[in-house]
């Protein structure tokens, strides 16, 4: 997947405050769903279509996933008053 060149023209925001989860939903008959929920907003993440996988879906899923250890790693510094993220599991 390429880099986006042209700038967003909306930005929408979710806290992850109190009551904010994030759930992967394997289903045995359709691809995979991953449920963000915050609060009154749900957002649903689902591959281009429900009956297979594509090679850009499976890219997405492996950006994704790096994405959010990295966000992970950076609230945990964050919390844990550290200046990088070395040593912080």
């Given at each position: 997947?390429?880099?986006?060149?042209?700038?967003?023209?909306?930005?929408?925001?979710?806290?992850?405050?109190?009551?904010?989860?994030?759930?992967?939903?394997?289903?045995?008959?359709?691809?995979?769903?991953?449920?963000?929920?915050?609060?009154?907003?749900?957002?649903?993440?689902?591959?281009?279509?429900?009956?297979?996988?594509?090679?850009?879906?499976?890219?997405?899923?492996?950006?994704?996933?790096?994405?959010?250890?990295?966000f992970a790693r950076s609230v945990e510094r964050r919390f844990h008053g550290l200046?990088?993220?070395?040593?912080?599991?």
């Amino acid at each position: 997947m390429g880099r986006r060149t042209a700038r967003p023209s909306a930005v929408i925001s979710f806290n992850t405050g109190g009551g904010a989860s994030a759930k992967a939903l394997p289903y045995p008959a359709r691809t995979p769903v991953l449920a963000l929920d915050f609060g009154a907003t749900s957002v649903l993440v689902t591959t281009s279509d429900s009956d297979q996988v594509s090679p850009a879906d499976v890219e997405f899923a492996r950006q994704l996933a790096r994405e959010a250890a990295s966000f992970a790693r950076s609230v945990e510094r964050r919390f844990h008053g550290l200046a990088n993220g070395r040593g912080v599991a």
